[in-house]
């Protein structure tokens, strides 16, 4: 089976460009997530949808950030403009839930993100 | 709010041996899930061992084992027979039973296998 896919997988990039990254969690899972990885802070949960709808965002940073899930098989996170400070790894996952019995989130490979 | 604390940022073993990885967290819940997650080079996520708080038996995955004190807090995980593979970032995670399925991730543990 086909993991979570994210893409692309590097993204170099001048200060103030628009980024767009991707992601395609795992077929028949109902939530995803998207983390921030630094060395300083670790991995932080930027946000969550389940079936498609966003229910916790508190983890983005600010309103330079936005995500969306247009489709139960495709999410996008946006950030425009773009700053150095968000030079990090950006990581997908998804997860399935079944009543009483929460399921292991599933992890892309990353998206490498360097802002110039 | 849950907070997992995972001590030793760093750690060495030599291979074939025993090592283990230190993982304490808060919370004022009684029905919890804990992960540990192996974060490669190539740094990937991978999932290493799970563990449901509601079950007394300590979760085994092959070479990899839990010490799971409830009390304590505690969640501390084994790896025999260290191999060279093994060397990784390792990350003790935190999820609440049911309603929000949000992982809270430790800082990790840099363990490194010499040969």
């Known amino acids: 089976d086909a993991g979570v896919i994210q893409s692309p997988r590097h993204e170099v990039t001048e200060m103030g460009q628009e980024v767009t990254l991707r992601c395609k969690p795992i077929s028949g899972h109902d939530y995803l997530f998207w983390y921030r990885q630094t060395m300083m802070r670790g991995l932080e949960l930027l946000i969550y949808?389940?079936?498609?709808?966003?229910?916790?965002d508190s983890g983005m940073p600010e309103d330079r950030f936005s995500a969306k899930m247009p489709n139960a098989s495709f999410s996008t996170l946006k950030i425009q403009p773009s700053e150095p400070r968000d030079s990090a790894v950006y990581f997908c996952?998804?997860?399935?839930?079944?009543?009483?019995?929460?399921?292991?989130?599933?992890f892309g490979d990353g998206t490498r993100l360097s802002i110039l | 709010a849950q907070t997992v604390t995972q001590s030793q940022p760093e750690m060495s073993v030599q291979e074939a041996e025993t090592v283990t990885l230190s993982c304490t967290y808060d919370t004022s819940e009684n029905n919890y899930y804990l992960f540990w997650y192996k974060q490669p080079p190539s740094r990937q996520m991978i999932l290493v061992i799970r563990q449901e708080a509601y079950k007394q038996q300590n979760a085994t995955e092959n070479r990899f084992s839990v010490n799971f004190q409830k009390a304590a807090k505690s969640f501390s995980l084994k790896i025999s027979d260290s191999q060279l593979g093994d060397t990784a970032m390792y990350f003790c995670?935190?999820?609440?039973?049911?309603?929000?399925?949000?992982?809270?991730f430790g800082k990790g543990t840099k363990l490194t296998v010499n040969p």
């Open positions: 949808f389940n079936n498609n709808v966003p229910i916790d």
């Open positions: 996952a998804s997860s399935s839930s079944t009543q009483g019995s929460s399921q292991p989130q599933h």
């Open positions: 995670a935190f999820m609440n039973w049911g309603g929000s399925e949000k992982l809270v």
